[in-house]
């Protein structure tokens, strides 16, 4: 059993939750249950106003309802959800992965978010996972306000870059001397090589630590590709497509010692995009690179911009 929330915060949230009413608040708490299928208008709904509709929970809700390692919790108003989140249990028990905070849009800025995170917090204690964690939008104020209200800690930032119609970029580097590899191919020099922040691997909103299973997990769905030089890795990319409301999205991460390896990786993830008829690619980087990638013509003329995202973790 989940302790009741209420005894151990009640005096926190009755500060930051003023305009709604107490009682409701309280009812919320006591009365979040798991996801099911009957909710899946309710959650569709929230996603269509969420992002502008490019959210991910449509193609995750029904994973979620069939996985034993998926702990769903949703807040129920007049016989609709309006509230929930996953906590995902990976690496062998070791994880508890935060995922899917969402509140209804009419009902933002209650406290609803803050219950939510506090039961999934509760479940993640309860099933003794060695630590939790969670990715978002750097500029997410109250995303971020909610993991460290939870007792969460930044770890790192990537940059993010989002572009739709990555066919009209014509832009490409010269180079080709990346060759795809296996997870197998990638142990132990990649750890060894030093270019992953933490030695964890972020692949679209998610992250794994770079260990063989982390390795062989992502690769379940994602290709990969190395530059070396002298048996070392130089720069390593993965990517996957995904579906998304404008269509297929190529979802890249690219990890390199220097700029000639992250560009090169860059051009070859626009090729893979084009080869896998995407209509938006979504690219993940080390902040280091931000200017590197504004010095390129084609960022310049299109206007475009990154923005980055914090990998949140607490050792419970
Ligand atoms: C993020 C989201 C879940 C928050 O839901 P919510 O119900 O409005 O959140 P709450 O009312 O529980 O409170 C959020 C907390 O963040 C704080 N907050 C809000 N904006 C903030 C800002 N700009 N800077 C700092 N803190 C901020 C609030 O004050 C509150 O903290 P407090 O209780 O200590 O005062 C909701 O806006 C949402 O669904 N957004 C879209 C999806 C999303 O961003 N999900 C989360 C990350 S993937």
Redesign the pocket.
């Known amino acids: 059993m989940i302790a009741n929330p209420i005894d151990s915060w009640a005096p926190?949230?009755l500060?930051?939750?003023s305009n709604m009413k107490h009682d409701k608040l309280v009812f919320y708490m006591q009365n979040i249950r798991s996801l099911k299928e009957s909710d899946r208008d309710d959650v569709l709904e929230?996603a269509k106003n969420?992002?502008d509709g490019h959210?991910y929970l449509p193609y995750f809700f029904d994973g979620w309802l069939k996985d034993k390692n998926s702990h769903t919790a949703a807040i129920e108003h007049n016989g609709r959800v309006i509230?929930l989140a996953n906590l995902r249990v990976i690496e062998n028990g070791r994880t508890g992965w935060m995922?899917?905070?969402?509140?209804?849009?009419d009902?933002?800025?209650?406290?609803?978010?803050?219950?939510i995170?506090k039961h999934v917090v509760d479940i993640a204690k309860e099933i003794k996972v060695e630590r939790i964690r969670?990715?978002?939008?750097t500029d997410?104020?109250?995303?971020?306000?909610?993991g460290e209200?939870v007792g969460m800690e930044r770890k790192f930032d990537l940059a993010f870059y989002w572009h739709e119609n990555p066919h009209e970029i014509v832009w490409r580097t010269p180079e080709n001397t990346l060759r795809e590899v296996t997870p197998t191919q990638l142990l132990p020099s990649l750890s060894e090589s030093g270019i992953l922040p933490h030695n964890v691997i972020i692949y679209d909103?998610k992250a794994l630590d770079a260990t063989p299973e982390g390795l062989v997990k992502i690769g379940l769905t994602s290709k990969f590709w190395i530059q070396t030089e002298a048996n070392t890795i130089k720069s390593f990319s993965l990517g996957f497509p995904r579906d998304d409301k404008s269509g297929q999205m190529w979802c890249f991460t690219i990890y390199a010692s220097d700029e000639a390896g992250f560009l090169e990786q860059f051009s070859h993830h626009l090729n893979q995009a084009s080869e896998a008829k995407c209509d938006v690619i979504f690219g993940i980087f080390s902040t280091n690179f931000v200017n590197t990638f504004y010095a390129l013509d084609w960022v310049r003329h299109h206007e475009d911009d990154t923005m980055t995202l914090t990998l949140l973790e607490r050792i419970l």
């Open positions: 926190s949230y500060t930051f939750s929230i969420t992002w959210d509230s995922e899917g905070l969402r509140v209804h849009p009902y933002r800025g209650k406290g609803l978010a803050s219950i995170t969670y990715t978002t939008a997410n104020q109250s995303s971020l306000h909610l209200m909103w």
